[in-house]
């Protein structure tokens, strides 16, 4: 029973002000630690998927960078994730429009 009144006690804000929430930060894109190489499979990474999807796609140059990053630089992964994306938020913004 004690511990049920542990955890009935809890503050949930003083469990996640003790954690370092700056590992979640290290999967993220940072290009100034990149070497020439990697930057250069980025850019055209970037240069490959926007010219598929339009440069008015929802998608913002940073949401496509990291995914390319996130990919290891994978083209053909990002797209089908950008393609699915893209269609995940037209199917949801046509049934919200009814």
Sequence with gaps: MSRHRAV???VIEDILDEEDVSDYEDNQLDDSEMTDEEWNKLQEG???IRS?????SLLSEDEIKE?????YFDKEQTLQWALGTYTLHSTCTITNNR
């Design 8 to 10: 009935r006690n809890l």
């Design 67 to 71: 995914s390319l990053w996130y990919n």
């Design 46 to 48: 970037y240069a490959y």
């Design 52 to 56: 598929i999807i339009g440069e008015n």
